[in-house]
């Protein structure tokens, strides 16, 4: 199998492109593999970023992310698919996660999925949500798996397995650090992903065409060694703006917000960099999404709160 053709997203993008607005920068990495670092900017509103049309959009997306492939099927071949929704929001609730317990952590999390869905086209194989609604124990160490495949320059096909990690706090350095802090522990256990997607998901969530194929790809005693496939780390970053919005017309506003998106990139590049230098990962791909918040700890748990209803 030459590409991913039995593995499509499985989000719905229609409005994504009005909700995230993506801000132009001339930062990179200079990473020797496929990589990417994109700063996007929500809505403003009377100086501040508007939350309507992302928390219709989550509305829109969230049983996509909550549920696997064949619950998914399951909601469609019961004529239920307009409560995929709700019941994804019921089982959000339920899940229980006392150290993150009313932080909105999982909006990071959604955001994330979202991001290497629809903007590096890879399709989500597992996310953490998955096992934390099933009632299983588990232990997975990042926020969601995804299969990349695209081609280099040169037409050659390559596949990589995205293994996701989000972070949304105050200051985007400490989202940078937060987030290497958390790679490092899931980069020093390589296999965990791997036999969760084996062991616990991979029958449930496929179709057999496709868990062949998936197998084909990933599983070491399944593999196709004429496929090569690396492991990459897809990154979503929110942070505390850190604007006196008081200071400022509603125009002069969005220009400062920009204009302070650009100085953040530009400052952080570098330190993103040495990051990966200094954890021994120059051969991996990376991806980094970047949103600004107002108050990054107060608006993810805002955002999630409205979402689930409480």
Known sequence: MSDNSLLKSTSIPSGFDSVFIEVQHAC??????PHCLRIY??????????????????????????FSRAAIERFRLDGEEEAIGLKAIELLRNASNLKDKGAGGELG??????????????????????????????????????????????????????????????????AIDDAFDSI?????????????????????????ATIDYVKSLIIPSKRDLSINIDRAFGVFLGYTIGIDASQYSNADYRKAVVDKMANDIQTNAAHIAQKIINAKMSGYSFYFYVIPFDNASN??????????GE
């Open 109 to 174: 999390e959604i955001l994330l999925y979202l991001f290497l869905e629809q903007k590096l086209n890879a399709p989500k194989l597992l996310s953490k949500v998955e096992l934390k609604t099933s009632g299983n124990q588990y232990v997975f160490g990042s926020d969601g798996v995804h299969l990349l495949y695209d081609k280099n320059l040169a037409g050659e096909p390559y596949y990589q397995l995205v293994l996701g990690e989000s972070k949304i706090i105050g200051s985007l350095k400490d």
């Open 28 to 33: 990179s990495l200079n990473l020797k593999n």
């Open 184 to 208: 490092a522990k899931v980069n020093a256990k390589p296999d965990n992903e791997l036999r969760l997607i084996e062991s616990n998901i991979l029958n449930e969530a496929f179709d057999e």
């Open 41 to 66: 900017c929500l809505d403003i509103s009377n100086n501040s970023f508007s939350h309507v049309a992302l928390h219709k959009f989550l509305q829109k997306n969230i049983g996509r992310y909550v």
């Open 299 to 308: 608006d993810r748990a805002a955002i999630i709160k409205k979402l689930k």
